[in-house]
């Protein structure tokens, strides 16, 4: 068993230590202050500290003071890349056998660090992609950490060969938001009657009133409903992937548009979902900031599925930390997918791989589990204005570099966008493809 050194034992360092050994790299490990009984130890061993330990031979990281602080303060994290890979909290001096200090470098980036310092919001009061340190260095489309996390791995093979760690296997999960579950059907008369009077009057679209006619009249099948071909989708990847739908239960308002709850009709077709699939909530706009709203709508939907809801995503992906996921955790959340950008790809906190929460606000691990997403279909349309063929590229990217370091592939669609209807023309061809390349072994391994 690997025994690691360390001079003293923080919250911050303990966790960072978990993540990389027991979530990453899957190995049985302890930790140890004390210096005679790293001495002793006859196994694997890797010492973390300012200094080195004389005189023992074992693989030694140098530290810096982030994971021994309990204060959040500016960061002077200083990029550079080691061997091809970016890197920050670079080390000086003889003896150390990586020039930065990736543990550091890896708490970092998954506490989110930088979103509890001073920095620009978006319109939704969101943090931008373009103030981290990924987006600035280029480096939001590699999993820094998982890479990080293996060079520690590698650094301690090279003393001891014979050293086990598990190794991890690639896995792909698509999560479906639910927005609108329906185009034009079971809006209610008052609804119903505004979208009669919006496109026939304010669009002057007389092809669109009479595509609402008919789907109403049940001669068309409204393009929103696209679940069953999801599911049937999902078939296609067997062992590879999973499924997950949010469903969005909020009141009507200006960023809030779903089908009322108390519709039959969208009861039941969640439940027909949870025959296939796990359901969780997706969290309304104003949710994160109004504890009693969201417990509210998680309400709602574990009286639908006849369970308790233990996941969440927050509709526009609008969360602040820490005060959101303090927010789930008095619902009874325990698994949040809200983590990454709308505006960009890649990987918000450095990591394909699922992560506790660290509240650096109150310096403790929280019984909630981070799954970060690298990719969602607005993204790519909407926010990035990419072609059907470019977003491909960009899905087969990703795919190739989370299979690089066996990690788990997350990513976002949306119901209403899987059909061709309302810019959306030829967009399925790139979800099937990716299903496609997830499937072959065209991809990078």
Not at 303 to 313: A, E, G
Request: glycine share 4%.
């Amino acid at each position: 068993m690997l025994l690691i050194y360390v001079p003293k034992l923080t919250n911050r360092l303990g966790y960072t230590i978990n993540v990389v050994m027991r979530d990453i790299l899957q190995t049985e490990f302890a930790i140890t202050t004390d210096a005679t009984t790293f001495e002793r130890h006859e196994d694997a061993r890797l010492c973390y500290a300012p200094q080195p330990i004389a005189s023992v031979k074992a693989p030694y990281i140098k530290a810096t003071h982030l994971l021994f602080e309990t204060s959040i303060m500016e960061q002077e994290c200083h990029y550079f890349e080691y061997e091809g890979t970016p890197a920050i909290y670079p080390v000086y001096g003889q003896g150390t056998d990586l020039p930065f200090d990736p543990f550091s470098a890896i708490f970092f980036m998954i506490s989110r660090y930088e979103e509890y310092l001073p920095h620009r919001k978006d319109e939704h009061d969101r943090f931008m992609a373009s103030e981290s340190l990924a987006y600035k260095h280029g480096f939001l489309q590699t999993a820094v950490v998982d890479r990080w996390a293996l060079m520690v791995r590698d650094l301690i093979l090279k003393y001891y060969p014979n050293a086990i760690f598990r190794e991890r296997c690639f896995n792909f999960i698509q999560t479906v938001d639910i927005d609108a579950a329906y185009c034009y059907l079971h809006k209610g008369f008052f609804r119903t009657i505004m979208g009669f009077l919006r496109d026939g009057l304010h669009r002057r679209n007389p092809a669109e009133v009479r595509r609402r006619l008919r789907v109403l009249t049940g001669k068309e099948h409204d393009p929103y409903d696209t679940f069953d071909y999801i599911i049937e989708q999902n078939r296609r990847l067997k062992k590879h992937g999973t499924l997950l739908f949010f469903a969005l239960l909020g009141d009507y308002d200006m960023y809030n548009k779903p089908v009322s709850h108390f519709n039959n009709q969208f009861r039941e077709l969640l439940q027909h979902i949870g025959d296939y699939s796990k359901v969780g909530i997706h969290g309304s706009y104003q949710s994160f900031e109004e504890p009693k709203r969201l417990e509210r709508e998680t309400a709602r939907l574990a009286d639908i599925l006849h369970r308790p809801i233990v996941r969440n995503r927050f509709h526009y992906l609008r969360f602040t930390l820490p005060e959101a996921y303090q927010t789930l955790q008095r619902a009874g959340i325990t698994h949040d997918y809200s983590m990454g950008y709308a505006d960009q790809l890649g990987f918000r906190c450095g990591t394909c791989t699922a992560i506790p929460f660290f509240d650096l606000s109150n310096d403790q691990e929280m019984p909630l589990s981070i799954h970060p997403f690298v990719s969602m279909d607005t993204t790519m349309r909407n926010y990035l204005k990419l072609t059907k063929e470019e977003a491909k590229e960009q899905y087969h990217a990703l795919v190739d570099e989370i299979r690089a370091v066996n990690g788990t592939y997350c990513c976002i669609f949306h119901n209403q966008n899987l059909c061709d209807y309302d810019g959306w023309d030829g967009w399925t061809e790139v979800y099937e493809d990716l299903i496609q390349y997830v499937c072959s072994d065209n991809s990078e391994k």
